[in-house]
C-alpha cells in the first residue's frame, strides 16, 4: 500500500494518465511490483512509465486507486479495460478483473490492482495510437471510475541509433538502467563494451555479461538485433556476441553464419561454467553478478540474496587466521567467504547510499523477511551507518 502522494506520484512518474482518485500506470518495467510490493508507502516508487511501446515487446497495465468505500474494514472492487486500434475498433477488453478485495488499513492508501493486464503487440498490428478506457467499479459504493489513456505502438528503433560518448556515459548506462530501463539500447551498449577498455578485464566479464543477460532474457523483441549485429560485425566483435547468442536462441538460427574458428569459440562458450548467483556464494564475482542483475532490472531477490549472505559475519577474522593455519581446503573456504562478507557489507553500504531502491528494499526486508539474528543484526549495523533507517 502507498499512501496518498498523487500529486507526487503523477511527478515522479514520467506521464500519466489520472482522474481525480485513479491512475493507469503505463510501463514495461517488469520488476514494477516488486518496486510497489516491497517498499514502504512513505518512499513512493518510481516505476517507469511510457507512452510508447514496440512489437513483441512487453507492456504492464497495472491501475492505482484510492478512497474505495470499506465494510468491516475491507474493500472490494472490480475493473474492466477496453483498448482500441488506431481505427477505432476493438483491439481487447476484458472485465471483471479483481482490484481488491482485501481489508486495508486507511482507504486514502494508494492500492495497485491485484489483476494486471499484460499485452504484447505482434507483427500484425498495426502502427499508431491505441485507445485505453479503464473502469474501476467500488462493489460496496456502487461507485464507478474511469481513466483515458493511450499507447503508441512504434516500429523499433535501429540499434545504431544509440551513440556512447565514453566509458562514464557506458558505465551510467548500466548503474542506471533499472531506473529508465532502455532495452532498445542494449545490443548498443554491449557492442560498445566488446570495443571498449572493459572487455579486456577479464575480472569484469561476468558482472556486465550478467546485466546484459538479464534484459535480454526479460527483454526478447530485440534478439533479432543481437543476430543482426552479428551478422555485421567484425570477427573481432563477433567472439563476445556469441556470449549473448547461446543462451537466448536455438543454434541452429545460426550456427551457419559461423567460421571454423567461431564455431570453436561457441563450445568453449558452452563449456564456460556461470556461477549460481542465487546458490552458495563463494566469490566475490557473484557479489557483482547479484548486483548487476539488479541494475538490469531493479529486481527484489538480488538484493534479498546479498542480505541473506549477511550469515557469513561468521567467518570475520578467518583471512587473518588463514596465514597462520594450516591451510586446509577448509581453512581457505573460511578465509574467501571472510573476504566475500568484507566485500559484501562494503557493497550493501556503498549502494544504499547511491540507490535509493537499494535502501528501501533493505529496510524491507529489516521489517518483513524472516531473517535470522545474524542476519537481521548485521543488517541494522549497515543501516545504521547509512543514516537512513
Not at 221 to 228: G, R, S, T, V
Not at 268 to 273: A, D, L, N, P
Not at 278 to 289: A, C, H, I, P, T
Request: proline fraction near 3%; aromatic fraction near 14%.
Amino acid at each position: 500500500m502507498k499512501t496518498k502522494f498523487l500529486a507526487l506520484l503523477v511527478l515522479t512518474f514520467s506521464q500519466f494518465a489520472f482522474c481525480i482518485d485513479g491512475i493507469l500506470l503505463k510501463t514495461t518495467d517488469y520488476s514494477f511490483r516488486d518496486k510497489w510490493d516491497n517498499t514502504f508507502g512513505k518512499t513512493v516508487p518510481k516505476i517507469f512509465e511510457t507512452d510508447v511501446v514496440y512489437r513483441g515487446q512487453n507492456l504492464f497495465l497495472p491501475v492505482i486507486s484510492m478512497d474505495f468505500a470499506l465494510k468491516d474494514g475491507a474493500a472490494k472492487a472490480k475493473y474492466s479495460i477496453q483498448i482500441k486500434k488506431p481505427d477505432q475498433s476493438i483491439y481487447m477488453s476484458e472485465d471483471n478483473l479483481d482490484f481488491i478485495d482485501r481489508k486495508i488499513i486507511n482507504k486514502d492508501y494508494l492500492q495497485m490492482s491485484t489483476s494486471v493486464v499484460r499485452i504484447s503487440f505482434t507483427d500484425k498490428d498495426v502502427l499508431g495510437k491505441y485507445a485505453i478506457q479503464v473502469t474501476i467499479n467500488d462493489l460496496y459504493s456502487n461507485k464507478t471510475k474511469v481513466i483515458t489513456s493511450e499507447i503508441e505502438l512504434k516500429p523499433l528503433v535501429p540499434y545504431q541509433d544509440k551513440v556512447f560518448s565514453d566509458d562514464n556515459d557506458f558505465s551510467r548506462w548500466l548503474s542506471e538502467y533499472y531506473i529508465q530501463p532502455k532495452p532498445t539500447e542494449a545490443v548498443a551498449a554491449y557492442l560498445y563494451y566488446t570495443k571498449s577498455k572493459f572487455s579486456e578485464d577479464d575480472k569484469v566479464f561476468l558482472s556486465i555479461f550478467s546485466e546484459f543477460l538479464e534484459i535480454t532474457r526479460n527483454n526478447t523483441f530485440i534478439l533479432p538485433q543481437i543476430l543482426e549485429a552479428f551478422k555485421k560485425e567484425d570477427d573481432k566483435y563477433r567472439i563476445f556476441l556469441l556470449y549473448l547468442l547461446y543462451p537466448n536462441f536455438e543454434e541452429k538460427d545460426y550456427i551457419h553464419l559461423l567460421n571454423d574458428k567461431e564455431k570453436g569459440a561457441l563450445e568453449k562458450v558452452k563449456e564456460m561454467k556461470i556461477p549460481d548467483i542465487y546458490g552458495e556464494v563463494y566469490s566475490g564475482e557473484q557479489l557483482d553478478m547479484l548486483w548487476s542483475t539488479f541494475m538490469g532490472s531493479g529486481a527484489y531477490k538480488p538484493i534479498l540474496k546479498l542480505v541473506e549472505t549477511l550469515d557469513y559475519a561468521k567467518y570475520k577474522g578467518d583471512l587473518e587466521k588463514y596465514k597462520t593455519s594450516s591451510k586446509t581446503e577448509e581453512d581457505k573456504k573460511k578465509a574467501i567467504k571472510n573476504a566475500v562478507y568484507d566485500a559484501l557489507v562494503w557493497s550493501l553500504e556503498s549502494n544504499s547510499k547511491q540507490h535509493e531502491l537499494v535502501l528501501n528494499y533493505c529496510n524491507w526486508i529489516l521489517k518483513y523477511e524472516n531473517l535470522n539474528p545474524t542476519q537481521k543484526s548485521e543488517l541494522e549495523e549497515i543501516l545504521k551507518k547509512v543514516g537512513n533507517n
